[in-house]
């Protein structure tokens, strides 16, 4: 799992613009999955892998992404107002940071320790920038200060502007995403803070890659990487994907069960494998069907 797709975990962690992406991603035929859900008394519903952040430029938008958004009745987005970057920021430092936290570098084992020290380098922060911040939060952080591309361009966003008068809902918001994190046991967190700081050396190749998997649809390849790096932890990968999944299927049954039609907008990650939300529906025997 790369920095890309830890951060599409969790869309209110993508607070700022970051750098500008390579070309890689430029000139792709545009083929992001989208799943038609529908059952016997005409109820329906659309699912729409994201990603929370893009580099100017790229297109993504297809006539069956605007098609379906356009039949839907409701909006569904993990965090409904990502626009509001002050109460974002508020809300990550209410939750991610304690007084007296150990430096930073001594959070991680020594085999880790330079990988951590290199990121902050990178990153052009220090140790004392985290001396009152959660170890997740830390992680978060640094993730997203060297990651590629720019939050306003994420796709959640272009759709609350490709429909503005849509009714709009959120699957957590940004307390009960943030939340997640905050209460994952220090030794996940910590985990999670070594696994970001071993990967930033490969994270923009990553990135590259993992951001035409999406681009072009291929779930498949989107599904091995859940089961990557820090999600192959099976204690992190049960709080940060499968039981958030499993709480959005029940949720988004009962949109469909009350003639919401709502399109479903939320991480890619989230759509892939047997723990994602197509396959989630289907077990609840809903018909759904990939058309794109």
Do not use: Y
């Not at 987005?77 to 936290?101: I, K, M, W």
């Not at 430096?103 to 009152?132: C, I, K, W, Y």
């Not at 299927?249 to 399109?263: L, N, Q, V, Y």
Request: contains cysteine; proline residues 5%; negative net charge.
């Amino acid at each position: 799992m790369s920095l890309r797709w830890l951060l599409g975990l969790c869309a209110a962690a993508c607070l700022t613009a970051c750098k500008p992406a390579p070309s890689e991603l430029f000139g792709i035929s545009a083929q992001p999955a989208l799943w038609e859900v529908s059952g016997k008394d005409g109820a329906s519903a659309w699912l729409f892998g994201t990603v929370h952040s893009l580099p100017d430029g790229v297109e993504w938008r297809t006539p069956a992404v605007e098609r379906a958004l356009g039949r839907s009745g409701l909006l569904v987005l993990e965090v409904a107002d990502l626009a509001d970057q002050a109460a974002l920021a508020q809300e990550f430092a209410r939750l991610g940071r304690s007084p007296d936290q150990p430096p930073l570098l001594r959070r991680v084992t020594p085999e880790s320790r330079p990988a951590l020290a290199r990121l902050l380098d990178q990153a052009g922060m220090s140790e004392a920038d985290f001396a009152d911040v959660e170890s997740w939060a830390a992680a978060l952080t640094l993730a997203q200060a060297i990651k590629h591309g720019k939050s306003d361009n994420g796709v959640d966003r272009a759709l609350s502007a490709m429909a503005p008068a849509k009714p709009v809902a959120e699957l957590e918001g940004a307390a009960g995403q943030l939340g997640i994190f905050d209460r994952l046991p220090e030794a996940d967190q910590r985990d999670l803070l070594a696994a970001i700081a071993q990967g930033a050396a490969t994270a923009s190749a990553e990135e590259m890659t993992l951001a035409r998997h999406w681009l072009t649809g291929d779930v498949a390849a989107i599904a091995v990487e859940t089961h990557r790096g820090i999600l192959a932890d099976a204690e992190l990968r049960d709080a940060l994907l499968v039981q958030r999944n499993r709480a959005w299927a029940a949720r988004i049954a009962g949109m469909i069960e009350r003639g919401k039609h709502p399109f479903v907008a939320v991480g890619a990650a989230h759509m892939a494998g047997k723990d994602g939300l197509p396959a989630l529906l289907a077990e609840r025997g809903w018909i759904v069907k990939r058309v794109q």
